[in-house]
């Protein structure tokens, strides 16, 4: 069972929904709303517009998520409010923004939530946009409530890095290598799986109490200002439980024998891939390759 987010997406179908905290529904949304903000970045640089990657990181602070997270939502309520906001908004010639908070476990420095953006805006004087940069600062740094907080901004040339920016899709793949570095929330759970420490239970637990709205503070895994995703009209309007509802219905490739062996060898294997059966064949499939059971075609290919 997951934690967290109760009452996801009910579309007629049985679908799970849970874009926090589920790995498969995070992930199907997280990399569409990627797709769409470099459609909108590209549309927007073909028509002369300038476009910027913001990363907006915490600096030094307290260690538990809940805290951070809570701390990132309030310094980013600073940036983007009050008249300062406003005037800016108005002077700088602004298309609108695209914004996604990020959690990364790694270890040895803990957990580190970042606020990526992309920014949409025209050619103006160099000293106007000076003064954003300088007031994002400002704002950033207050709320957070450390002089380390940073906001690092990069002028993007094309669109080609936008997706992996905005949205840091995460598939779970690395924790299932067991690979180093930073962690994303569904790498956590598959160590947890793999490995039946309890230490990653922990860290996936303070992870799943932490995605609740009161710490975590956004209401979508990617947010788009308003208006801006009009400018490219057959990006659609489909909420985030429906991305997460299509992909439940994707296609589930055949089973290898080896992967039916171990099934009916295990009957607790089979009660939780049958757990994840019923929320759909992309929940099923990420379940399969947490318990390393291959489909015929993982099976054919590793064989050639
Ligand atoms: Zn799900």
């Not at 992930?27 to 910027?52: F, I």
């Not at 805006?121 to 450390?146: C, F, I, K, M, Y």
């Not at 940073?150 to 997706?163: I, K, P, T």
């Amino acid at each position: 069972m997951l934690l967290g987010e109760p009452g996801g997406a009910e579309l007629g179908s049985l679908a799970c929904g849970q874009v926090w905290t589920c790995p498969v529904c995070a992930y199907a949304v997280r990399t569409v709303r990627g797709q769409e903000a470099a459609v909108l970045a590209d549309a927007h640089l073909r028509s002369g517009g300038r476009a910027w990657a913001v990363t907006c990181e915490l600096g030094e602070g307290p260690q538990a998520l809940a805290a951070r997270w809570q701390l990132l939502s309030a310094a980013w309520r600073r940036v983007v409010s009050g008249s300062g906001w406003a005037a800016e908004s108005r002077r700088s010639n602004r298309a609108g923004l695209a914004w996604s908070p990020a959690v990364t476990w790694q270890d040895g420095t803990g957990w580190r939530p970042v606020l990526r953006v992309l920014l949409l805006d025209r050619p103006g004087r160099e000293e106007l946009h000076q003064e954003v940069v300088a007031r994002w600062a400002a704002q950033w740094s207050t709320g957070a409530g450390s002089s380390t907080a940073q906001v690092y901004w990069r002028a993007l040339a094309d669109s080609s890095g936008v997706a992996e920016h905005v949205a840091a899709p995460c598939d779970g793949s690395a924790g299932r290598r067991g690979s180093a570095g930073a962690l994303g929330p569904a790498d956590i759970l598959a160590r947890a799986r793999c490995e039946d420490r309890s230490s990653w239970w922990e860290l996936w637990q303070e992870y799943a109490r932490a995605a609740t709205p009161a710490h975590r503070g956004h209401r979508a895994p990617v947010t788009f200002t308003r208006g801006l995703r009009s400018a490219v009209p057959s990006l659609g309007h489909r909420t985030d439980a429906e991305l997460a509802a299509e992909s439940a219905r994707a296609g589930l490739p055949p089973l290898s024998g080896r992967a039916w062996q171990a099934l009916a060898r295990d009957g607790a294997l089979q009660l939780r891939v049958l757990d994840a059966a019923l929320r759909g064949p992309a929940h099923l499939a990420w379940s399969l390759a947490d318990h390393g059971l291959p489909t015929v075609d993982q099976v054919r290919l590793a064989a050639a």
